[in-house]
């Protein structure tokens, strides 16, 4: 019955926020708040349904965040720019098409996260990988324990599930729970 089926997949869903790391969460609205006051640019990028993920964020805060406000955010999501990606994806290779877009943009002291519900992203872990190569700070957005993304990004937000659509979920509240936890900072972000 799809009656059942949602009341069991809520309440699946309602204990893991109590699993949710604030402590990381935390990190993560530090990390953004230090990019803003310095006017440094975020750099997103993410896969599939991650893909879908960043660049929510990314509107949310150059938009409903940044709207009305003499400073703004400076972020740019790297999968919303599907002509450049395809191009990469047909000339390089698909798990260049962030790194390669990061060598345009990318200046020293610009963070750069990635987002990957499994963490072991290709694309992802090459984009990470530059940012710490390239004098970045970097932050992982992960799920199942992390996989390789934990270790390789400076700093990371895990949710320890292995439901891929649950960690989606959750990644959304928390992108959501970012978003206005900034746009309620009447006086400058902190």
Do not use: W
């Amino acid at each position: 019955m799809p009656a059942t089926f949602l009341k069991s997949y809520l309440k699946e869903l309602s204990a893991l926020f109590e699993q949710v790391n604030a402590g990381e969460f935390e990190e993560f609205i530090r990390e953004l708040a230090e990019i803003y006051n310095k006017g440094a640019q975020v750099f997103i990028c993410g896969n599939g349904g991650s893909a879908s993920s960043a660049s929510h964020l990314a509107a949310d805060l150059n938009k409903g965040v940044s709207f009305g406000r003499e400073k703004r955010f400076k972020m740019i999501c790297l999968n919303d720019s599907i002509p450049t990606m395809m191009a990469y994806a047909n000339d390089v290779s698909y798990a260049d098409v962030f790194v390669e877009q990061l060598k345009n943009f990318m200046n020293k002291g610009d963070m750069v996260i990635g987002v990957s519900g499994s963490g072991n992203s290709e694309n992802v872990l090459r984009a990470i990988r530059y940012g710490n190569d390239h004098d970045g700070r970097t932050f992982g957005i992960c799920g199942f324990g992390g996989g390789k993304l934990k270790g390789l990004a400076q700093r990371s937000l895990v949710i320890q599930n292995n439901d891929m659509q649950k960690v989606e979920d959750l990644h959304m509240i928390l992108f959501h729970c970012a978003m206005q936890y900034f746009y309620k900072q009447d006086t400058g972000i902190k």
